[in-house]
């Protein structure tokens, strides 16, 4: 389905998580977007952003927001995928077929943590390295060359990237010619939330599309901005533009 400049699919976090093992076994690697209405609205208004994120093979509905506009626009989108847990899941299969995980992303020390939290889960999970990159770290060539190296050395299985969008996907990009084979997940806050440093919201406030009001509790100074001026009036314009969409091809 087509959300503002962005094709997203209607798969379950357990679709997902079979394609990547499916994959693994064939030899085979790829990338994950987790297309919020943050990233939604970034590549509507940036071509190149959009361009960026159809380059991946999967990318599936992280936030509330993009799962109502399918369903408004006619796509039966069977529920939200959030790069947070895809953390754990993809972790867990990971353990099961023998890959390693690799964490990029973090202040100091939570990538780490992140890796012990993983493998307490999954007794199996083999950590290939964990890595908080420097701070403007993508704006120096050789400090950019020389995370890249680290990374592609461990030959990873599965590379969690959390360094928001979209660093965390021309990261990505640059890493995929390297490590082939390789799945690779743009995680956003994940290594922290399964480190412990940040908490999920209920259940039942993610199902109700609220898991954005726990985040600005957490983070208001970081967030505010982005979620009340930004995102809100978007997602309430790609909300009504689905409806619209819908009425005309009825």
Not at 138 to 157: K, L, N
Not at 181 to 210: D, N, V
Request: net charge positive.
């Amino acid at each position: 389905m087509r959300v503002g400049a962005v094709h997203v699919m209607a798969l379950t976090e357990a679709a997902v998580a079979e394609h990547v093992a499916r994959a693994w076994a064939a030899g085979r690697g790829g990338a994950i977007v987790t297309a919020n209405v943050d990233i939604v609205r970034a590549a509507t208004r940036d071509p190149s952003l959009a361009e960026l994120v159809a380059g991946s093979e999967l990318v599936v509905a992280d936030g509330m927001p993009v799962v109502w506009a399918g369903r408004l626009a006619g796509t039966a989108v069977p529920e939200r995928v959030t790069g947070s847990s895809l953390v754990h899941t993809l972790s867990a299969r990971a353990a099961r077929a023998g890959r390693s995980v690799y964490l990029l992303g973090g202040d100091p020390g939570v990538p780490e943590a992140a890796a012990e939290a993983l493998a307490a889960r999954s007794p199996a999970l083999r950590i290939a390295g964990a890595l908080s990159p420097p701070y403007g770290f993508d704006t120096d060539p050789v400090a950019y060359r020389e995370v890249i190296g680290q990374v592609v050395a461990a030959r990873p299985g599965l590379v969690l990237v959390g360094l928001g969008f979209p660093k965390q996907e021309r990261l990505i990009r640059d890493l995929r010619p390297d490590l082939p084979a390789a799945w690779f997940l743009g995680c956003g806050a994940g290594i922290p939330m399964a480190a412990g440093q940040f908490s999920r919201a209920p259940r039942a406030l993610q199902r109700a599309g609220g898991e954005w009001l726990h985040r600005l509790a957490l983070e208001p100074r970081r967030l505010a901005r982005r979620y009340l001026r930004d995102d809100a009036p978007f997602a309430l314009a790609l909300l009504a533009g689905a409806l619209l969409s819908r009425f005309r091809h009825s």
